[in-house]
């Protein structure tokens, strides 16, 4: 019996794929409507992306064969919904975030930033999240945290070596790294992977008290790496995908919007908040992790210790590994602050940008997007060369020279570039307008309509924690894919501004704290070995509480005049909600 359960768990996805669309059948069949048929096809992508029963990318392509099949959508509209002006954005974004990578600026930058922070415990663990919080805003979480993890081993090990010289030689204590936890332990702490961490020599109640201190710190700095990897990725449009995912939704279902959610704006809503919530965790990791005497924390009133010199050490030699900065990296950089600039004063909102005074449209918009920047910039990283002046031997003809390669090459873009993401991205705006055409949207507005009695904040701090639940156990891209359009159409619905709702749970989206699972950052972190699920869902747990709660101080207050939420946007109107007019509009959504 055992056997045979193994063997249907061994092939439970090929059974997810061939029995749960059969399974799914009777609601299009006895239902023969093309809400029905939408309901259907949204629902099988749905389980699919939740278990994983294809990989996401794939189980993206779905509409491509179900919506024209069912009359749903021309195959030709369901195919541009695949390389919206968004995936250029992300595409460009990511072109630019391969350059950071690919000459090591990112790491110049984290190793920089480490040696003026130092090394005292609570001032370096504020370090590396301000470091890893800074990169992934700007480039992938997951690439972010895969760098940032083997320099926070690297000087928690000369932190932890130290001590066992120094009690060698005359059995002294380590005051700094005598955090507040001191309950007896074995000669040699064993973690959960089975991995055994060595005590050094010494008096035994002092030995075990430092071995439990030094794993608890340990912990404490994977947990702060993997956690500001996802809370700065919020701060931009382009720091993780859901950010995207929003921005696509917004126009493709309202395409009146006026481009409402750029660059400056989502950076003006989200900075502040991913700034809060930095803090917030830095604390709550500090407490934890390390204890309440701040005076030890912070190192204050000790001398300098062996082992603080030797982590110093570690990261200084890391830096000078580098040597001085190359014309590679400098043109980057250079390229890179200049992206930045033109994001923010392409369309700012409260002046006029240069995109609307150079490229405009007749209605006083702009004919560029901040796809077409993210492009220029992109495509001018494949003209410059790496080195000027520089001319190498061609290593195949040893007597031919060869001019030096570009600061991009298409060879280093294909091994980098997450193009499942593309695809993931184009899936969800596809099942967005296919909601839309079906009259599903439609008809789930006006099965939502009570809720109009329901305070709007409420309303956003339910969906806010419903949707941080379930970011824990699916991709967060596959979740805002799924929940935004059903948002936007309860929005409007309740005529309640579609931002209000939408925005929030975006953000809520990237606060996937407790399990290994939930996001990449996460799942490296735990490989690293040292830390137990129960460690990760204890502190992710108040840390997602936390995270909800900065989201609705950011939604109920500087996002007003940001977005104009204090009433119902006419690019929001439909002939279904003829009824959002003057004041009812204006005393649904809360003033801040």
Known sequence: MATYWQGLWAYRSYLIVYFLPIFLLPLPLLIPTKEA???????????????????????????????????????????????????????????????????????????????????????????????????????????????????????LEQLHKAPAVKDMENGSDNPTFELQESSPQKEAAKLDNGQVYPVPPGPLESRAQRSQEQIRFSQGMSLCVCYSASIGGIATLTGTTPNLVLQGQINSLFPENANVVNFASWFSFAFPAMIILLLLAW??????????????????GGQARDQEQAAFQVIQKEHKQLGPMTFAETAVTILFVLLVLLWFTREPGFFTGWGSLAFPQPNGASLVSDGTVAIFISIIMFMVPSKIPGLTRDPENPGKLQAPPALLNWKTVNEKMPWNIV??????????????????????????????????????????????????????????????????????????????????????????????????????????????????????????????????????????????????????????????????????????
């Not at 001032?123 to 990169?135: D, E, Q």
């Not at 604390?283 to 204050?300: H, M, S, T, V």
């Open 283 to 300: 604390l709550w990791l500090q407490f934890l992790f390390l204890g309440y005497n701040l005076r030890k924390n912070f190192g204050i």
């Open 37 to 155: 048929y939408c309901a259907y096809s949204i629902i099988v992508m749905a389980l699919f992306w939740c278990f994983e029963a294809l990989p996401l990318a794939v189980t993206a392509f779905l509409p491509l064969i179900l919506f024209p099949m069912m009359g749903i959508m021309d195959a030709s509209e369901v195919c541009i919904e695949y390389l919206k002006d968004t995936n250029i954005l992300f595409i460009g974004g990511l072109l630019v975030a391969i350059a950071v990578e690919h000459w090591n600026l990112h790491k110049r930058i984290a190793l920089r930033v480490l040696l003026i922070v130092g090394v005292r415990p609570a001032l370096l663990m504020l370090g590396f999240m301000v470091v890893t919080a800074f990169l992934s805003m700007w480039i992938s979480n997951t690439a972010t945290t895969a760098m940032m993890v083997p320099i926070a081993h690297a000087v």
């Open 423 to 592: 695809f993931l991205l184009g899936g969800g705006f596809a099942l967005a307008k296919g909601s839309e055409q079906s009259g599903l949207s439609k008809w789930l507005g006006e099965k939502l309509t009570p809720l109009q009695s329901v305070s709007a904040p409420a309303i956003a701090l339910i969906l806010c924690l419903l949707v941080a639940t379930f970011t824990e156990c699916t991709s967060n891209v596959a979740t805002t894919t799924l929940f935004l359009p059903i948002l936007a159409s309860m929005a409007q619905a309740i005529c309640l501004h579609p931002l209000y709702i939408m925005l929030p749970c975006t953000l809520a989206a990237s606060l996937a704290f407790m399990l290994p699972v939930a996001t990449p950052p996460n799942a490296i972190v735990f490989s690293f070995g040292g830390l137990k699920v129960s460690d990760m869902a204890r502190t992710g747990f108040l840390l997602n509480i936390l995270g909800v709660l900065v989201i609705m101080l950011a939604i109920n207050s500087w996002s007003f005049p940001i977005f104009k939420l204090h009433t119902f946007p006419s690019w929001a109107y439909s002939k279904n909600t003829t009824h959002c007019m003057g004041s009812q509009a204006n005393a649904t959504t809360p003033s801040p």
